[in-house]
T-cell receptor
Framework: AQSVTQPDIHITVSEGASLELRCNYS??????LFWYVQSPGQGLQLLLK??????LVQGIKGFEAEFKRSQSSFNLRKPSVHWSDAAEYFC??????????FGTGTSLTVIP | DGGITQSPKYLFRKEGQNVTLSCEQN?????MYWYRQDPGQGLRLIYY???????QKGDIAEGYSVSREKKESFPLTVTSAQKNPTAFYLC??????????????FGSGTRLTVV
């Protein structure tokens, strides 16, 4: 069965600092990989996705993620965090014909 | 603009009462989903439907029911059998279906509170 692990429940960073949110998955084949962001009381917005090709993918709002097959990871990064990036971030995996599996989320706090 | 509309945004339910959450999409997506979100537990799948007039139970279907009479609509009823319904409910849709490489599009959610 597929599973997704986001080991960090909560992360605090200073505005302007770099950010990396971790995501690990377990699945036999290369899955489709996604990062979503959720602001309080809102739905989830797709930040970026990977399904083949270049392992470094660019998303919206200046985010990027790198797929590392050897580590079964798909970590989300941003070089310089803005206060508006404070939100909950979810990693998700899927494969054709299978469900989406979401991680439990990482809550990001940005301090001035 | 295409999207998913969930209504109402806030809903209050009395003990023993059934309530229905609305989800409408104009994206022409075949598949639709209902998730429940509780703090610290991520998203849990309640029901999903890949085509009209067909739906499948997810991981936590007990106490919930759905219908899919139209492609655009996938209402969720929270029945009195659901003992702890207070949560944030999210509706989503996708093409072509589960495991879509295009990801899911989400509505803005309905917060249900038992009073």
């Amino acid at each position: 069965a597929q599973s997704v692990t986001q080991p960090d429940i909560h992360i605090t960073v200073s505005e302007g600092a770099s950010l990396e949110l971790r995501c690990n998955y377990s699945y036999g084949a290369t899955p489709y990989l996604f990062w979503y962001v959720q602001s309080p009381g809102q739905g989830l917005q797709l930040l970026l996705k990977y399904f083949s090709g270049d392992t470094l993918v660019q998303g919206i709002k200046g985010f990027e993620a790198e797929f590392k097959r050897s580590q079964s990871s798909f970590n989300l990064r941003k070089p310089s965090v803005h206060w508006s990036d404070a939100a909950e971030y979810f990693c998700a995996v899927a494969h054709t014909g299978n469900q989406f599996y979401f991680g439990t989320g990482t809550s990001l706090t940005v301090i001035p | 603009d295409g999207g998913i509309t969930q209504s109402p945004k806030y809903l209050f339910r009395k003990e023993g009462q059934n309530v229905t959450l609305s989800c409408e999409q104009n994206l022409n997506h075949d598949a639709m989903y209902w998730y429940r979100q509780d703090p610290g537990q991520g998203l849990r799948l309640i029901y999903y439907s890949q085509i009209v007039n067909d739906f499948q139970k997810g991981d936590i279907a007990e106490g919930y029911s759905v219908s899919r009479e139209k492609k655009e609509s996938f209402p969720l009823t929270v029945t009195s059998a659901q003992k702890n319904p207070t949560a944030f409910y999210l509706c989503a849709s996708s093409i072509p279906g589960t495991g879509s490489p295009y990801g899911y599009t989400f509505g803005s959610g309905t917060r249900l509170t038992v009073v």
